[in-house]
């Protein structure tokens, strides 16, 4: 986003292509953990200078290469986003296993006690979340794991 901003002030045309239905990449799961909400505003903020400066956002649109192809660009900044980490541990693929992601994201809402495996940021946020969202202190244990 701030590319995209930055290119517009500096004179060029842009076009900023986001796969997702709304902008914001991980900041969208960042804002959600307790105390985070400032990461959700700064994106909106961000989509917001973006648009008045004039840099056409169209959501829901994934890049191809005949988009490339056929778009006579002047340049592409490719911004990929973050990926997942998925350990291979034994019992990854059980179905009551999930990732951060689908929590924060809401695609999944855990009830009761919770195990959050991964020691780094997104795990201690998750756990957060979780606490506050139903997984009751007194009751869940939140096992983290530094990598």
């Excluded at 991980?26 to 400032?38: E, T, Y």
């Excluded at 490719?78 to 350990?87: C, D, F, R």
């Excluded at 780094?120 to 244990?141: C, H």
């Amino acid at each position: 986003m701030t590319a995209a901003y930055e290119a517009a002030r500096l004179g060029h045309t842009v076009t900023l292509f986001e796969k997702e239905e709304t902008t914001g990449g991980q900041l969208r799961f960042a804002c959600k953990s307790p105390f985070k909400g400032a990461y959700g505003e700064w994106g909106l903020w961000l989509t917001a200078q973006a648009n008045k400066i004039g840099v056409r956002i169209l959501t829901g649109t994934e890049v191809t290469d005949r988009l490339i192809e056929e778009g006579d660009l002047e340049a592409a900044i490719l911004a990929t986003g973050g990926e997942k980490i998925i350990p291979a541990v034994p019992g990854i693929d059980l179905p009551m296993v999930c990732d951060a992601w689908q929590i924060l994201g809401g695609e999944v809402a855990p009830k009761g006690p919770a195990i959050v495996m991964g020691g780094g940021l997104i795990g201690m946020e998750t756990a957060d979340f979780l606490a506050q969202r139903g997984s009751e202190r007194e009751n869940a244990s939140f096992f983290l794991t530094p990598r």
